[in-house]
């Protein structure tokens, strides 16, 4: 595509708006702002909204070159994942069917279950998350306790009402990872490529709660911290969705870096086992909850976040993660 082609499918409007935004933070007028944006959209593939996410106008072409941009993210995800595949990572129910030996717990789909069928579930186990069959970013999970119910009928309704159809059992969380944040299930999210059979893990994080709801989600209030994904330790401080930096975690006063996710080996040898299952779907981000006993999988995702790797603030170097998948498949032979 060329510079100009590439300038006119820009939504300009909002360009302005993101570039006039980041002039004030970057102390640039805005033209000279705007034109670099434009620039990074051909020379990296990064959106007005990388753009700003990212600090661009704070980095070398160096560290530029180094983030994985949503276009390059797409161009691994378009290379690497067959796009009928993606049901099966997309559909919870699919997916828990799939990749079962990994998963560890029950779970009951409303679609073909019914009120009776609810309230056994819920009795037995005490307490379930609901949350919709094919939505994300934590849309729609919430906990029910059944000691709380007074009417299982009423209560059926309202979650096909709500389209919440999917109840599973609570996660019970390592001690490790409730000293972070008890209030939720703070899951590990690994990006993986698979290539020739083998699994190459080449990003990954915390993603942490915090707040009232029980999610990690960093689009719905959590927030994610850097990891070694050879040793598994945090490197760095949490960031929001709104770039705030956080050294401790303002719910426990827990330091992020030098945490050590537990079981880590544990951790990479499940991903060995899983990743193949499904070899035409071979860029995932997995999203993994370490229980006292071991990691179990809690989803696949055939169309990885890119916004959660290389955040201002969480390296002394400002490198992005792209050089890990250059190192497996490089981007530049990607179509």
Same mark, same amino acid.
């Given at each position: 595509m060329g510079f100009w082609t590439l300038v006119r499918k820009m939504d300009t409007k909002k360009m302005r708006a993101t570039a006039a935004k980041v002039a004030k933070e970057a102390h640039r007028s805005t033209p000279a702002i705007f034109c670099d944006?434009?620039?990074?959209?051909?020379? *990296?593939?990064?959106? *007005?909204?990388? *753009?700003?996410l990212f600090h661009f106008w704070d980095l070398s072409a160096a560290q530029r070159a180094s983030v994985l941009t949503r276009g390059r993210n797409d161009q691994y995800v378009a290379a690497l994942n067959r796009r009928e595949d993606w049901v099966i990572f997309d559909r919870k129910p699919q997916f828990l069917e799939r990749f079962a030996p990994f998963v560890q717990r029950k779970w009951l789909d409303l679609t073909d279950a019914g009120a009776e069928d609810l309230?056994?579930?819920?009795?037995?186990? /005490?307490?379930?998350?609901?949350?919709?069959?094919?939505?994300?970013?934590?849309?729609?999970?919430?906990?029910?306790?059944?000691?709380?119910?007074?009417?299982?009928?009423?209560? *059926?309704?309202?979650?096909r009402e709500n389209g919440q159809l999917l109840c599973e059992e609570v996660i019970p969380q390592h001690e490790a990872l409730n000293a972070v944040w008890p209030g939720s299930i703070n899951t590990v999210r690994i990006d993986t490529i698979l290539k020739d059979g083998k699994v190459h893990p080449v990003a990954a994080c915390l993603r942490v709660g915090n707040g009232e709801r029980p999610i990690d989600n960093f689009c719905s209030?959590?927030?994610?911290?850097?990891?070694?994904?050879?040793?598994?330790?945090?490197? /760095?401080?949490?960031?929001?969705?709104q770039n705030r930096l956080y050294a401790y975690h303002p719910g426990t006063g827990t330091k992020f870096e030098g945490v050590q996710i537990p079981m880590w080996q544990a951790i990479m040898d499940l991903l060995r086992d899983a990743a193949p299952i499904v070899p035409t779907v071979r860029f995932v981000g997995w999203d993994i909850a370490v229980t006292p006993t071991g990691p179990v999988l809690v989803e696949g995702n055939p169309y990885p976040a890119h916004v959660l790797y290389g955040l201002p603030g969480q390296a002394a170097d400002k490198l992005g993660v792209l050089p890990n998948f250059d190192a497996v498949v490089p981007h530049q032979k990607l179509k």
């Open positions: 944006m434009v620039w990074c959209g051909f020379r *990296y593939r990064a959106g *007005y909204m990388d *753009y700003d309230e056994r579930f819920g009795r037995e186990l /005490g307490a379930f998350i609901i949350k919709p069959i094919d939505d994300s970013h934590g849309n729609g999970v919430d906990k029910i306790v059944s000691a709380e119910v007074t009417d299982w009928a009423a209560l *059926y309704e309202r979650l209030g959590g927030m994610v911290a850097p990891v070694d994904r050879k040793t598994g330790r945090v490197t /760095g401080p949490a960031v929001d969705n």
